[in-house]
C-alpha cells in the first residue's frame, strides 16, 4: 500500500500519519534536500477513480498555491503517488483551536488574535475570488510561536462544487458550521458562506457551544436551513447585546442579510467586544489567570502549544476516534420533515460526503414519543457477524459510497456506520442497497430497541424518504402494540410515512403490507387504496377506500385520502369540502393539515 510510514514518496519520507477523514488522510514528512518537515494531505482512492480529476486537481491546486499570506498554511508542491493525489504543505508545530476549545475557554485577547488572523486571511483569499468552505477550529492552527493558521484551502477549493462528477455529488463543508446555502447545494456562493461558517465559529467562542448541534449530519444541517438561531443569551447570559447582534447579522438563514464580506464582519465584532460591558466569552479564563498560566508554562520550560499538528483533514465533523458512549448524545428536538432534501433535492447528493463520517447514530425522538416504559438504550456496537459485513467496492460506484463501504466494512460493530451507509446508499438514488442494508440492520438490532427504530424513522423522514422512514417506524410500531399501545406521537409519523410512501413504485415489494395490516389494518388498506390509484387501477383503489371507511368511519388520514381522490378524478368540489372540513379542524395531525393545503392549492 501506499503512503506507508518509512517508505519514499517522491522526495518526502513519511514519518507518520497525523490524522484521517473521510476526504484525505495527513501524514508527516521530511524533505531531505530542503531539511525540513512538510505535511502530506492525501486524497482519497476514490478521488482517482475520476479521469478528470488529475487534470482539475493540478489546475487548481496551482490557484491555491499562489495563496501567500501570514495566516495561510501555504502549499509548497502537489503531486501523485500510485494514482493517490496528494498536496506538500507547511508542517505546523502547535494546536488546531479545536484543541484548545477543548482544553477550557478562550480569553478575550486570544479571541481578538483569532478573529483578525482569521479575517485577514479570508479576506485575501476572498479578492483572490477564492472561498474556504470549510471554516472550523480543526482547520484553525495556533503555532507554538503563537501565529494563527487558516488551513485546508487548498481541499476546500480542489474539492469545490464545479466540473467534476466528483465534486458535483458532494459538498465541502462540516455539518456544526456549513452555512444554509451551501448545504442546500447552491453553485453560486459568495464570500458570505464563509462568514456564515466564521461566524458559526465566533458563536462558538464567545457562547461556549456551536449553535446547533444534534446526533447526525442531517440533522444538524436541517437546522442550519430552518431553525431559528438559539439566541447568545438565553445560552449565555453573559453575551451581552451588542455582541449577540453581531452574532446574530452574521448567522441569517438569507446572506443578503448578512454582512457582506469579512471586513465588516470582523470590524463590527470588535467595535462590539471592545465596548467596556463586554465580558469575556462563556466562562472564559481571566487574563491573568492566562498570563498566570503561560508564565508558569514557560517557568517549566514547556511550549504553551507545543503540541505537533498539521493542517486537519476537511470535512470531518469529529477528529477520528473510537466510538464511546461518552460520544453519544440525545436529540433534544423532533426534526421536523426535511424540506432540505425536497427544497433543492442536491443536498441529499451533496452532503453523503458528510454523512458518511459520522461515526455513532444515537437514534432518539422528541421526547421518545412518549413511551409506557424506559427506552431500551441504543446498542454502543453491533455483534461480530460476518455475513453481515457491507458488500464490497464496486467499479463505477462515486466515490462518497465507496467511502461509505470502507467505513462500514471497517467497523462491523459500529451501527452508526452502518446506518450512515444505508443513508448514503439513499441520497445516492440506490434504493435496493438502501433496503438491503436496513435489512441487516433490523437483523442485527433485534425486535426490542424501539427508540433506535424510532430514531432511524426520524432521520428518513426528515429527509422525505417515506418508504425507508415507514419501515423502520412499522418495527417500533410492532414492539408497542405487542406492549398493548402505540404511542400517538409515534402511530401519527408512521401513518404518515405509509401515506407518503404509497404513490412510490419501489414501496410496495418492501413494505410489508400484510404484517402491517395485523397491527394496523387500517393504515394498510390506505397503502393499498393509494398504491392502486397510483398505478392507474382506479376501481380498485376506490374499493378499498370503501373498505376503509367501513373498518375505520371518520379516519382523517381516509378523508385526505378521499379528496386526493377527488381531486385528481374531476371532482374539485367534492373534494373541497373534504379538504376544508379537515384544514380547519385543529385535532388534525400538522402533517394531513399541510398536505390538504397543498391540494387545496392546486383546486381549480
Sequence with gaps: MPFNVGENVGAYRIIGQLGQGGMATVFKAYHASLDRYVALKVLHPAFGEDPAFEARFRREA?????????????????AEHEKRPYLVMKFIE??????????????????????????????????????????KPSNVLVAADGQVYLADFGLARIAQLGESTLSGDMIIGTPQYISPEQAMGVKDLDERTDVYSFGVMLYEMVVGKVP??????????????????????????????????????????????????????????????????????????????????????????????ATKVEAQPIATATQPKPASSSDIQAVTKKRSPWVWVGLGLTILCCFTALAIRNRALVPLVKNLRATDSAPTALPASLPQRGENVPPAR????????????DIARSNPQDLGAQFDLALTYWVSDMPDETYATLARIIELVGPENAPFYIGAGDKFLN?????????????AVKFHAAKGKVPPELLTVFHEAVYKSADRPDALPVLPVDEIAKVDEPISLLFRSRSAFYVKDVDRAYRQLDELKKTKPNMHEASLLEAEFNSMDGKPERARILLDALISDRSVPEWIRIFAEQIMKRLP
Design 394 to 405: 464496486e467499479d463505477g460506484l462515486p466515490p462518497e459510497v465507496l467511502a461509505a463501504q
Design 94 to 135: 502547535g494546536d488546531t483551536l479545536k484543541a484548545r476549545l477543548d482544553q477550557g475557554p478562550l480569553t478575550s485577547e486570544e479571541i481578538i488574535k483569532i478573529v483578525d488572523a482569521l479575517g485577514s486571511a479570508l479576506a485575501y483569499a476572498h479578492k483572490r475570488d477564492v472561498l474556504h468552505r470549510d471554516i
Design 212 to 305: 446547533f448541534n444534534a446526533d447526525t449530519p442531517f440533522s444538524i444541517i436541517h437546522d442550519h436551513i430552518y431553525s431559528p438561531l438559539p439566541l447568545p443569551h438565553k445560552v449565555n447570559p453573559d453575551v451581552p447585546e451588542q455582541v449577540e447582534r453581531v452574532l446574530l447579522k452574521a448567522l441569517a438563514k438569507n446572506r443578503l442579510d448578512r454582512y457582506e464580506n469579512v471586513d465588516q464582519m470582523v470590524s463590527a465584532f470588535r467595535e462590539a467586544w471592545d465596548q467596556p460591558i463586554v465580558p469575556t466569552q462563556v466562562a472564559v479564563a481571566t487574563r491573568t489567570a492566562a498570563r498566570q498560566a503561560v508564565q508558569a508554562a514557560e517557568e517549566a520550560g514547556v511550549s504553551a502549544a
Design 62 to 78: 496551482r490557484v491555491v498555491a499562489k495563496l501567500e499570506h501570514p495566516n495561510i498554511v501555504p502549499i509548497y508542491d502537489y
Design 463 to 475: 429527509m422525505q424518504a417515506w418508504p425507508p422512514a415507514a419501515l423502520m417506524y412499522f418495527q
